[in-house]
């Protein structure tokens, strides 16, 4: 059917009507084209992605839950300057633990995703496996509770799909999901008293 | 302020070993050439689909590049980003300064509209993943009443309007939060939208496609499209015997019959309906404008600033016992309500220009395809109506000159149209 755009049409209008219709073509390519131009690269402005501002958070738990990823984009992160090394550290142990025994049963992380490792008298290191970690929040919840709060959900953006709109953003409770420039695309406290990411 | 919401309640410790702090990880962004994929996919796809469709002309192959979109851009992008909802983003980046559109949303926005102004609507044809869900679940298509369809074919404008006013706004991207099918490229979503996802499928059964003609908003900009566009798909490839086969090949009542016979007589009520409805056009935009500036306190409603300020008000004047998930992430957070009212005011006094707008824009839709209902065109022979076609190609195989021509043409390059493939 090679010669099939030659074949003459049954409905095929005078040329006056068919110049009008090349012109509207033209004019629609050049408003799209020139709109679309001006918004993407309007300001110096960044891509945008989301991010979980940990001042918000509330640890409802749906993040690990709502996210279009199973698992969630959201993991757990340790902001290991703002840590208190504590030996008793209530992100990683429940509250009331047994006879203050050191057994996996006493802890929080319903997927034993928290690493606990000695670094020397009495402190601890805690460290999340992003692998088992499913961004519930529990661990997070006890560490700001009772702790320093080291302990902060974020989006991970190796993960996250970066959706139209976030799925978890529309049933966050808290409105703790914002967008922020792709180029500091976490909200982390990684200085001692205010990091670039320690919100502006 | 900021991330120490938590007092420091364990000062860090001074290790004496010579412990060196890990630092916090911090993986980047999936890498912004692997987004280009995506643009670059949904490009080739296109491409191929208006080929198949204007050229090729066999539905085998729309077949084949259809199932390929579904799984790519459905089940492994996990249908995002989407063409669909793209214009939400457009919507919010014009209205908003502060956000800038990502290259890839632009790119999924505007190159099925592009592709449409020249081939017609070959997006949905075989690269939207909506349209494949609903095209691989067709088993018998119901003719839709032409009335049905002419009335309830208003209804993605008004979800379109609906839709960029939510966005624009900056409340809620609500065509990403009703689609229909999203819950199933992802396997994950809420019971809300199981239901609906499930209700359109199984309606999608009997009627052909019921997302795409009575509610994608995406589909009602590429409608307004593609009677532009400068290659059609043409059911015969030379002349029309009138067979009015290919009209029930389509299962979209995209192909519309010859009309010479009653056009003379309809033509003069025609016009004085069409006079009636110009007189009458500035009259009507301005009720709609009027209903549209008095419903903005039900429009506002959706909004979660909004919606979390009226609950805080009633919790604090005691009209509401407990508190909403919400209102008590609110109280944690420890700002003052009058500052949550404050700017529940101002997206409010936004909300009263937007459903104004929203209002006319309703008015405008329901006058102008009044007006088109009312304007007739001579038709000599079945007639693909661009606006609706999707390109499917179902009737390619239907038509017996069709059919001839390429038994005539025998030994050329032509693959399709074998007993197999025919139209359902």
Redesign the interface.
């Known amino acids: ?2 010669e ?2 030659k ?1 003459k ?3 095929q209008r005078i040329s006056r009507r068919q110049i009008l ?2 012109c ?2 033209g004019a ?2 050049l408003v ?2 020139g709109a ?1 131009g001006s ?2 690269t ?2 110096h ?5 989301w991010q979980i501002d ?3 958070c ?1 640890q ?1 738990g749906k993040c690990a839950t709502d996210c ?3 698992p969630s984009a959201v993991k757990c ?10 030996e008793l550290c209530f992100g990683y142990f429940v509250d009331q633990r047994a006879n203050d025994e050191e057994r996996a049963e006493n802890q929080r992380c319903p997927t034993n995703a928290i690493r606990r490792t000695f ?2 008298d009495p ?1 601890f ?1 805690y ?1 999340i496996d ?1 692998l088992k970690c499913i961004g519930c929040g529990i661990c997070v919840k006890g ?7 080291s302990l ?1 959900l974020q989006v ?3 993960r ?6 976030c ?1 978890i953003a ?1 049933n966050c ?3 703790a999901f914002v ?1 922020v420039p ?1 180029q500091t ?6 200085e ?1 008293e ?1 990091g670039p990411g ?2 502006q | 302020m900021g991330v120490a919401l938590a007092a420091e309640n364990f000062p860090p410790p001074e290790f004496t070993t010579g412990y060196q702090f890990p630092k916090a990880t911090e993986p980047g962004p999936r890498d912004a050439s692997l987004s280009l994929v995506d643009a670059a996919v949904l490009l080739t796809a296109l491409s191929l689909a208006a080929y198949f469709a204007l050229r090729r002309r066999s539905r085998r192959e729309l077949a084949i590049l259809s199932v390929f979109c579904l799984l790519y851009l459905g089940f492994y992008r996990h249908g995002c980003v989407c063409a669909v909802g793209s214009f939400q983003n457009v919507a919010l980046a014009v209205a908003d300064p502060g956000y800038v559109l990502p290259v890839v949303v632009g790119a999924f926005f505007v190159l099925p509209l592009l592709f449409a102004l020249f081939f017609g609507r070959v997006f949905c044809s075989a690269v939207c993943p909506l349209g494949q869900a609903q095209e691989v679940v067709l088993l018998r298509a119901v003719k839709v009443p032409r009335w049905v369809d002419q009335a309830l074919g208003v209804l993605p404008f008004l979800y379109l309007g609906v839709a960029v006013l939510y966005a624009a706004l900056g409340s809620a991207f609500v065509v990403c939060r009703y689609d229909p099918f999203v819950l199933f490229f992802r396997l994950g979503g809420n019971l809300e939208m199981l239901i609906f996802g499930v209700a359109v499928l199984l309606l999608a059964t009997v009627v052909g496609r019921p997302y795409c003609r009575f509610l994608c908003p995406y589909g009602a900009l590429l409608r307004l499209i593609a009677p532009f566009a400068r290659w059609r798909v043409r059911t015969t490839p030379t002349e029309c015997v009138n067979c009015h086969l290919c009209a029930d090949a389509c299962p979209y009542g995209a192909i519309q019959p010859p009309n010479v016979t009653d056009a003379r007589i309809g033509r003069l009520e025609g016009r004085s309906r069409l006079a009636w409805l110009v007189a009458a056009f500035p009259l009507i935009l301005a009720a709609g404008g009027f209903l549209g500036w008095q419903s903005a306190p039900v429009l506002a409603k959706l909004d979660p600033t909004i919606s979390l300020a009226n609950r805080v008000w009633l919790e604090e004047h005691g009209r509401v016992k407990g508190k909403t998930e919400a209102s008590e992430a609110f109280a944690t957070q420890g700002t003052p309500s009058a500052d949550l009212y404050r700017e529940a005011a101002k997206i409010r006094k936004r909300f009263d220009g937007g459903s104004l707008l929203l209002g006319v824009w309703v008015g405008l839709v329901i006058v102008l395809r009044m007006i088109s209902l009312s304007v007739r065109r001579r038709r000599e022979a079945y007639q693909v109506d661009p606006g609706a076609c999707v390109a499917c190609g179902r009737c390619f195989s239907a038509c017996p000159v069709g059919r001839s021509v390429i038994a005539e043409a025998e030994g050329a390059s032509i693959s399709a149209l074998t007993p197999g493939e025919e139209g359902r």
Do not use: I
């Open positions: 059917m090679s099939d755009g074949l049409r049954p409905e219709a090349e509207l073509r629609g390519v799209m084209g679309l918004l993407v309007r300001g402005a960044d891509n945008t992605v940990p001042s918000k509330v409802c279009v990823l199973n992160v340790h902001q290991y300057r703002v840590c208190g090394y504590c670094v020397e402190y290191q460290d992003e560490c700001k509770t009772f702790g320093n709060g902060v991970r953006h190796d996250c799909l970066n959706c139209n709109e799925n529309q409770p808290a409105n967008r792709a695309p976490y909200l982390l406290r990684t001692q205010e320690a919100k």
